[in-house]
């Protein structure tokens, strides 16, 4: 039934229909009828989507039908009903068989959900999880996130009330977008792509154009880090075209601007950062970038990092410093999370400029702080900075330059000291 599939006794759930403990009971056994308020108030407590009041109404008529075949019945036999009648026993029988059908597909549908509470704290499972992503380290995000999935996904096969339905994929959609992310952080690149489809997947199958925003933008984010430039663009695109207004977009545009950093295009850069600092000043609703947040959302720190990022890679030393410079200070602004992403990544891109302006003391200074971080800490995208870092540093200006010499043993040591990263299923 489904008030004991919501959790609910009759004791529990009588006071919330306005009816007493006894009502219930008879109504559940048939001893005795309610009228169309009173199914209309246990769909709304139930979330049952509206399917008792229905089966009320459709009883209701087939009664209304048998009357009117009685009076039909009634009149030609000169005022007695004819109970041996076609029209009367049909019309009987169509309510015996609407009433054993109702019966049986409340069993079944009760049997066929999940308490509400259930979906709830999954939901809050995986706001939690999103928004202390940076508080984690890549591993044991991996692992919470896999727990997450792995009871949505059995919630799924175990309802059938669309709106329970609805909510699940959506909580499996963030479960393989945040996959998608880990993956990239651990550079398990093909299941990484795997993750961001899946995630790209469920959005469409519950028409969420947030969710397909971020997968679009992950898929992005994977082909110009595996060098696919073209395919980078491509994909950045359908995310702005896909975004919502608000973070999803600034989002969106801040990975358009990276993926034609990659094709050399410093035009197109310019404008996807133009488009998306006008963005940051519209205020958005979308359910996982605006509230949601953490690994969802996108601040003003991530946003400067990632300038700075895509200024270097088209060669603009002196926009990508200052872009670096205002990533820090805007990270430094707000609570500091252990071996944070932002401040770290823009720590090595400043350091990288400074090394190509010569300024060798200023880049060791900066990147100072990143070298005790643990080895499980250590994101693909720090990884990847600082492997341009050494690839500066292999220039012929440093050779024979011991403090140099240091800094790129420092870096090397950085970049090839990994934890074994966990086995992850597929998508």
Known sequence: MFREAAGYTQHEFAPLTLYGRSTIANVETGGQRAQREFWQRCDQLLNTDGVLTADYDEITLLEQQLLAATARSSSRAGGFADTSSDAYVEVARSIMDAARETSEHAMDAGAWAVSDATIEQLRDEATRIARSFTRLAPAVAVTETLRLRNLAASLLERTRRPGQQQELYLIVAQAAGLLASESIDLGLWPLAKDYARAAYTYGEVIGHDGVR????????????????????????????????????????????????????????????????????????????????????????AQQARSVSTAWLQVGRAESAIAAAATALELAGSQPADPWSTVPAEARVDLATCQLLGGQLDSARETLAPLWPMPADWRRIGLVGRLSRVQRVLSEPQWRGVPKARRMAELASGFVTTHETPPALPPA
């Open 213 to 300: 925003a971020y997968a679009r933008g992950m898929q992005a984010t994977i082909a110009y880090w595996t060098g696919q430039p073209a395919e980078a663009v491509e994909y950045a695109e359908a995310a702005v075209a896909l975004a919502p207004a608000g973070v999803a977009r600034v989002r969106a545009l801040s990975v358009l601007a990276r993926a034609w950093s990659h094709r050399g295009a410093a035009d197109q850069v310019q404008q996807a950062i133009t488009a998306a600092e006008e963005a940051r000043t519209v205020d958005g609703q979308d359910l996982l970038h605006d509230v949601v947040g953490g690994e969802f959302g996108y601040s003003a």
